[in-house]
């Protein structure tokens, strides 16, 4: 199997690419770990599976696995100390099947935050190069948002696809909280309909934009996957690449492909594209150790696998007396607009604080509430009914830090194998102060917004890391010693090996990558 261009995953890196070079007439085989699956064939397997996490629509195939909600453990080895629990998928349209749908552009200082705030590193490039391109991945999601708020990315006066997605009564409740306290809410801007576009539906409010949406008005990378294969893309699902080959001349030349029967076959290519995610990425590059690249592909700089990227999350919870109606509408309409930028960074992170709709379900569900009820003698109608007005009454408030670039933060790989006979990620992770101290900062702020709605007993956990950001691994730079990748993304050992996606990113603010 031949083609101009190879791309490894098709995910919201892969899909993209192969849809933008098709159109240019390149010819191009996109392969995909993953099997394709049906909306239908993900909601079927998420209305049975009594988990539900983010991964639980979608099984992890012996053949390619990926984490499964409450075993990360058995998907990660842990290198320590802070238990790293990023989940992805494998599947044709990639882990954007169940992101939150957020679609905010990065700061300009996020791009900076070595020369404005002596933390950190900065990129090789800057907010102004991407604009034209925020603005066609824009255009091809459908963005619904308020361009008179653009969470600190300026726009100048470019329009969103779409009016925001309203924010929900809770939200309302909660920002009349935050008038009193002299803090501001705004909607956030969403790759979710908020009119029919691109032939998909408007948004109804189910409220599990995390792990599926049920009709398709989130957008995920599937819809151009799909386009792109319409175009005449070539793709190859269920294809496990596992080896990538480095010529004498440092050049890709093919990439090794297993079946999920163990038949093995081979690609080639002018150019390559890996195009895996953050976890993959190093994975396939490291496992891929050969006389050309004895450290691994891409990493005479020892990089691959460094500089693991994240965001450390903290909730807070608590019940009000007056009923505030979660649990209707998308998961997050709308958030605190404070503490995402400014010169504080120099001292402690920027945190992202969004007002969850879906209630307490990340710390309780209505099963353990019931239990707690009918231990209290309650049954039949009476329970129902304190059910509901509790589950009425529900608030909870999640932050979310930036987390700095480590160069001890990695992914390596393990000596033992996974069920497709590849090494096991080993994650060694450690949370840093300048994290911890965000998230101190924001905890208090929220401890004043359920003081004044009237909760005195506001609840939360412990910082954790995220389970839905991952990034850095493969990181762009100028200094070939310190970086993976150039600023076109291409390697600097291989001068036709492009690697796409969050991996290549130097930093993870609040704004979601």
Known sequence: MEATVVIIGSGMAGSHLAYSLVQKGIDVIMLEAGPKRSRAENLKTFYENPVKGPQSPYPSEPYAPHPEDGKYNDFYVQGGPDQFIGAYLRLFGGTTWHWTGFADRLRPHDFTMKSTYGVSRDWPINYDLLVPYYIEAEKRWGVAGDPNYPWGAPRDGAPYQMPPIPMSYMDQKVTEALDKLGLHSAPFSHARNSEIYDKRPVCCGNNTCVPICPIGAKYDASVHAQKAEDLGVRVETEALVTFVEVGDDQKISRVKVRKPDGSEFWVTGKYFAVCCHAIENPRLLLNSAQDNAPKGVANSSDAVGRNLLTQANQDSWGMLDEQIFPYRGPQQTGGLVELRDGEFRSDYAAVGTSFMNDGWSGNSDATNLAKDLIKKGMVGQELANAINDQISRHLRLNSSAEVLANWNNRVELADEKDSSGIPRPKVT?????????????????????????????????????SNAIIGGTTIMGSDPKTSVVNA???AHDHSNLYILGSSSHVTTPVNAP
């Open 429 to 465: 992770f450690t949370l840093d102060d300048y994290t911890k101290k965000g998230l101190a900062n924001a905890l208090e702020v929220n401890r004043k917004i359920f003081a004044t709605l009237g909760v005195a007993d506001m609840q939360t956990d412990k910082p954790y890391l």
């Open 488 to 490: 076109d993304l291409v």
